[in-house]
C-alpha cells in the first residue's frame, strides 16, 4: 500500500514540476530589428525604405516635428541659443523613441523572422552550436580508436606464446 501511495505522489509531483528543459524566452527577440534601426529618425530621408514600416499616425508625428524643427530654426531664440532648446531635445528623443518601437512592432519587420533565437526545429542557436561540439568531440575520439584498431595497436597479440603485459592498466 505504501508503495502504490509512493507512486502517485511522485507522480503527482512529475506532473506539476514537469520536465527541467533550458528556459526558451516566449517573447520575440527583436536583436535584429533593433541592428536595422537607425540612429537617428528625425534626419532619416523619407525615401529610407524603413519609413515604410512606421505606423500612418507616427509617420505624421514625425513629418509634424520635422517642421517645427525647421520653424524653430528660424526664430530668435534658436540663434541666440546656438540651438534648440532643452523641451526641443527631449521631444527629439521622444519621437525618436515613438519610431523605434512602431517599427519594431510592424507585423512585417518581426515576420521576417518569426524565431531568430532558433536554429532548428527545437534548438536554439547555442544549443545547437553545444549538440555540434559535442557530437565532433565523440567523433574526432572514435577516429583516434578506428585508426588504433586499424594498425592493430589498440591491444597486445594473443598470439604470443608467452605472457602479454597488461597495458590498460588492470591486472
Request: aromatic letters at 6%; proline letters at 7%.
Given at each position: 500500500m505504501k508503495s502504490i501511495a509512493l507512486a502517485v505522489s511522485v507522480a503527482i509531483l512529475a506532473i506539476g514540476v514537469g520536465c527541467?528543459?533550458?528556459?526558451?524566452?516566449?517573447?520575440?527577440?527583436l536583436q535584429k530589428v533593433q541592428n536595422d534601426l537607425p540612429p537617428d529618425w528625425i534626419t532619416l530621408k523619407d525615401s529610407d525604405a524603413r519609413m515604410a514600416y512606421l505606423d500612418p499616425a507616427t509617420?505624421?508625428?514625425l513629418f509634424n516635428f520635422r517642421k517645427s524643427l525647421i520653424a524653430e530654426q528660424k526664430t530668435p531664440a534658436y540663434?541666440?541659443?546656438?540651438?534648440y532648446s532643452n523641451a526641443t531635445y527631449a521631444r527629439m528623443k521622444q519621437v525618436n523613441e515613438q519610431c523605434?518601437?512602431?517599427?519594431?512592432?510592424?507585423?512585417?519587420?518581426?515576420?521576417?523572422?518569426?524565431?531568430?533565437?532558433?536554429?532548428?526545429?527545437g534548438l536554439s542557436v547555442n544549443e545547437?552550436?553545444?549538440?555540434?561540439?559535442?557530437?565532433?568531440?565523440?567523433?574526432?575520439?572514435?577516429?583516434?580508436?578506428?585508426?588504433?584498431?586499424?594498425?592493430?595497436?589498440?591491444?597486445?597479440?594473443?598470439?604470443?606464446?608467452y605472457p602479454i603485459v597488461n597495458t590498460g592498466g588492470r591486472p
Open positions: 527541467q528543459t533550458p528556459n526558451q524566452t516566449n517573447s520575440v527577440p509617420r505624421q508625428a540663434e541666440s541659443a546656438g540651438g523605434s518601437n512602431s517599427y519594431c512592432a510592424n507585423a512585417v519587420v518581426i515576420g521576417r523572422d518569426l524565431s531568430p533565437e532558433l536554429a532548428g526545429e545547437a552550436y553545444m549538440n555540434s561540439a559535442v557530437v565532433g568531440d565523440v567523433d574526432l575520439r572514435e577516429a583516434q580508436d578506428d585508426w588504433a584498431r586499424f594498425w592493430l595497436m589498440n591491444k597486445p597479440s594473443s598470439l604470443s606464446p
